[in-house]
Structures are given as C-alpha cells and as structure tokens.
C-alpha cells in the first residue's frame, strides 16, 4: 500500500471505498490519514467538539482484519464519517451544540449512526452544530464558531446549523459526514464551504435518536464532496424505521439506476425574475451560467409561476418556533441557562403562539403544497441559487436575518432538495445552485446534479493555504 497519508484525506469518499474494498489501501491508514488532517487543521478551524482517535484507530485495526480476512459487511467497510453533534451515540456526549448540555451522556444509538456503524464505517467524531440546530449562518456564542476553510485570514460564515461537518468534510478532515436539515441546515453549510449537501424528504432517513428542533420538519442527510459520494450516503441511510413512525411504509429509494441517466428531455424551472432581487451579481451570474450549462445538456429550462415568494416562506415560521418552544422553551425561560442570545430568542418566539396559530400555519402549509402541486405539474426540478450570496464575515451577520431564503420552501412543502458547487466569486469562496424536486424524489435531485457535475469542475476545487 503506497498511499501517502495526504492523499488519503484528499481521496472521494467513492474512491476511498473503493481502495479499502480493493485492498490496495487498508482502513488503519485511512484513519490516520483524517487523524493526522484533523491534527494539523483542527487547531485552526474547529470543526469538531470532539475527536474520537483512539475508539476509531480500533475500529480501523477490526476492520482492517475483518476486509483481509474475507468477512468484509460491504462497500463502506473501513470507511471513516463525521457525525454532527445531534446523534446519539450511546455513552457519548451530546450537547446539540448547546454549552447548556455540556455533560449530557446519550442513552442509546441514533438508527442513523447504527446503519453506518452496521456497514463498517468508522466514526471520526462529532461536529459543531448552531445550538440546537436553530440558525442558518453557523455560528455559536458559547462553543465557538468553526472556521471557513475558504478564508483562512477573515472568519467567514460556515453555513448552519451543520457548520462542523461542512467545514470538516470540506477541509479534508473527514471524506464525508453527516447533517441535518429544518430550514436549510444541511444545504446552507454545502453552500458555503463548496460541497453537495442533500436535503432529503422527511421520513427517507429516521431521525430516531437526534436531538430534535422541530419534529415535523426535521431531516438528517449527507455533506458531501460529490453527488456521487452524497448519493451512496444517502443510499446507505435511508430506509424504514420501527423507532421512527414518520419512516414507515417509506421504502429506502435507490438513486443509483438513474444516476447517470442525463437531463435530456427534462423540464427545469428557473426561478421567477422578481426573485433575483437581493441576490449578488455574482450568484446570479453562476446561476445563469449553470442553466446554460443543462440547457445545452438538453435539459429544457422553463419559466414557472410560483403560487408564493420565497421569503414570505421564511417568514411562515410558525411550525419551528412552537416545536422548538415544545423542546427547550424551560431551558430558554432559565435566564441563567448559558444559551446563545439568538437562539434563545429565537426559541421564546414559539412561546406566544397558540394551538390555533400553530393549526392555521399547517393548514396554510397544506394549502401551499396543493398550490404548487397544480403549478409545477409537467415540471421535473425548480432551480434557485442556494444562497444569496457566498460566505460573509462574521463580523457582518445578522442573526436577525437568516440566509435560507431559497431553502426553507423545500422544508415547508415536504419537498427534497440537492445543494452543489457551480462557481466561486472574485474573492474564492464558493457560489451554489439549488435543485429542488418533489417529496420523495431524491433520485431526480440526483440525477440533475450528476449530470451538472459531470459537465463542471467546481466540485473538485478544494481549499488551500494551511
């Protein structure tokens, strides 16, 4: 075996696989690959809240003995994962990003943790979270921020609430990880750090055993480096789940027989004019370019009436702020409780609705999607920049306003949604496209960004300068 360690961190997490399976590179040298990454740039960017070196050098050294000896459990064997800060590993802590819950122990395995442990995949560690999940530009008052790999001189936003995973997969600290998604929490980070993020419909993955922010539109899915590589995550943790009731009859759905199958002969919307208003020119710029792009693929990209403007979606907050006041509105009524002074907000806003607010926000909900139902028949995908602009410094956010005004739609309407590099500003910081398909089509999301990536390159751009 004479992969360098270094080459080793910077592999897919498909090739990484496929060298494990083929026995050319074993899974003690590809953990020590990400050790070693983690060591070098974890001090700076901060990804993690905590690194479990010694548990996964063991579990490489069984697997390494497992693969060599015939008994390989499958095609992800040996392969390492970061996991956000909301699964529950038994015995761990899990604070949900939350300095409040510093010493909470979890009881059991989240089922998303045990299907990857199950295939042999090796977990690195746990990553950085908003406080529980509640906030799309990534940042954290009491437990730090991570680092935007993409400017190592300015703290630049990493995208939330997944901002450890991002910034770790997207730093080479781990080939891929884990996210979850209420508003945009999976696609935010993608977008920000130049990765693929996939927003999956709720009930594809069981959210069995991560804590919750809001129980009706809560969806846990991969960050990854590639459509390909976020296609076999998701392969791998979808599915039913007895511990789940909202995953079951829900078979897992395989994105792979049409993952190369092309967009010719796909109807594409492209978002309405009056929505590229707030946008920077140079997102706008990116997004018209990648229409060209599968339009000239034979795709063919279509004007679309939407029954709603995207921000008055973000401002239907109503179902979140009730369900996240369900969950630790005690704790943010606690005025001694060490919580973020945004997401405490944040939480009390759920505090003066009533059962008749929170009833009327479903059915408008239920309305919404009849609507849009009726106005995208015929149509395979709604294309929209991911963000309004790249990464912003730290120092210039907003904590009132929230960048998921393309992504909430996709959460409110129980649609799924794929998040993927399509260019870089003038200062080197990743621009994103947003495709979004109907409930339960994953396959298609995927599909269209195969293709999209088969024809670019921005994917493959990485961040330099440690």
Not at 42 to 66: H, I, W
Not at 130 to 144: D, I, K, M, P, R
Not at 234 to 260: E, K, M, N, V
Not at 361 to 368: E, F, G, I
């Amino acid at each position: 075996m004479t992969d360098t360690g270094d080459d080793l961190a910077d592999l897919s997490a498909t090739e990484l696989a496929k060298r494990i399976a083929g026995k050319t590179v074993s899974p003690v040298e590809a953990v020590e690959a990400m050790l070693a990454r983690i060591d070098a740039r974890e001090p700076k960017l901060q990804a993690f809240t905590e690194v479990f070196a010694d548990d996964a050098r063991l579990a490489a050294e069984g697997a390494d003995r497992a693969i060599r000896s015939g008994h390989s459990v499958g095609p992800l064997h040996g392969v390492p994962i970061a996991l956000k800060d909301l699964i529950d590993i038994e015995g761990r802590i899990t604070m949900g990003g939350s300095a409040a819950h510093r010493a909470r122990r979890a009881a059991c395995t989240a089922t998303i943790a045990r299907r990857l442990i199950a295939q042999g995949m090796i977990v690195l560690g746990k990553t950085h979270t908003v406080e529980f999940a509640y906030g799309g530009w990534g940042t954290n008052q009491h437990l730090g921020t991570p680092w935007n790999p993409w400017d190592l001189e300015t703290p630049r936003t990493p995208g939330g609430s997944s901002s450890g995973t991002g910034v770790a997969v997207a730093a080479r600290m781990a080939p891929w990880g884990i996210g979850t998604d209420t508003g945009g929490s999976v696609r935010l980070p993608a977008a920000f750090c130049g990765l693929t993020g996939l927003k999956v419909t709720v009930g594809r993955v069981s959210t069995h055993g991560i804590v919750p922010l809001s129980a009706t539109l809560d969806t846990p899915g991969p960050l990854a480096r590639s459509v390909a590589d976020a296609a076999l995550l998701y392969a791998a943790i979808s599915g039913p789940d007895p511990l789940d009731p909202a995953t079951r009859g829900i078979l897992t759905a395989d994105p792979f027989p049409t993952l190369h199958r092309g967009v010719r002969g796909l109807r594409l919307a492209r978002m309405p004019e009056a929505e590229r208003t707030g946008c920077s020119a140079e997102m706008l710029s990116a997004y018209d370019t990648a229409l060209d792009v599968l339009s000239g693929l034979g795709a063919e990209v279509v004007d679309l009436a939407l029954p709603f403007r995207f921000s008055d979606l973000v401002a239907m907050s109503g179902i979140t702020n009730a369900e996240a006041y369900f969950v630790n509105g005690a704790l943010a009524e606690d005025a001694a409780a060490p919580l973020g002074d945004a997401v405490r907000a944040r939480i009390l806003g759920g505090r003066s609705l009533s059962a008749q607010d929170y009833l009327a926000t479903l059915q408008r909900r239920d309305a919404l999607k009849r609507d849009l139902a009726l106005a995208w028949e015929g149509v395979d995908a709604i294309l929209t920049p991911t963000t309004e602009t790249a990464a912003v410094p730290l120092a210039e956010v907003d904590e009132l306003h929230m960048p998921s005004r393309f992504t909430r739609f996709a959460n409110l309407l129980d649609l799924c949604g794929l998040s993927l590099p399509n260019g870089f500003s003038q200062d080197g910081l990743p621009l994103s496209l947003q495709i979004v398909c109907r409930g339960y089509d994953e396959a298609m999301a995927l599909r269209i960004g195969q293709a999209f990536q088969g024809a670019t390159a921005w994917h493959l751009r990485a961040p330099t300068g440690f």
